[in-house]
């Protein structure tokens, strides 16, 4: 409920300070000008948020958060065998890609997937 960055044992520190220094007579007329104050805070923090949904929509930058939120959380729920799949698939496509511009890979490199492809050059006499 509180995220203020400490727990509860500090706010019962707190509290037990407030009650010896404001005392239990004043207590309940300080909380209640807090709680005010906090409204206060909390509705002007409101309109400050309404004004600002406002003025997205009048610019169209409220359908752009849409579309990237929609994007972000379609991002989030991939499946990872369709991700596989898919990079298979691409793997697949850059192959017959490079098959297509440069022609098949001769029998004897394609032994070896990991030696680097020689050119026949003429010995020098």
Do not use: C, W
Not at 11 to 33: E, H, N, T
Not at 111 to 124: L, V
Request: overall charge neutral.
């Amino acid at each position: 409920m509180f995220d203020f960055g400490f727990g509860y044992s500090e706010m019962f520190v707190i509290a037990v300070v407030a009650i010896i220094v404001i005392g239990p007579k004043d207590l309940p007329k300080v909380l209640r000008a807090f709680g005010k104050t906090v409204a206060r805070m909390r509705g002007m923090a409101r309109e400050f948020q309404g004004h600002l949904d406002q003025a997205m929509k009048e610019t169209g930058f409220d359908e752009v958060k849409k579309e990237f939120d929609n994007v972000r959380n379609q991002a989030n729920f991939i499946d990872p065998a369709v991700a596989k799949k898919a990079a298979e698939d691409s793997t697949q496509k850059q192959v017959d890609d490079f098959k297509k511009l440069f022609g098949e890979v001769p029998a004897a490199d394609a032994a070896k997937p990991n030696a680097p492809a020689t050119t026949a050059t003429p010995a020098a006499s």
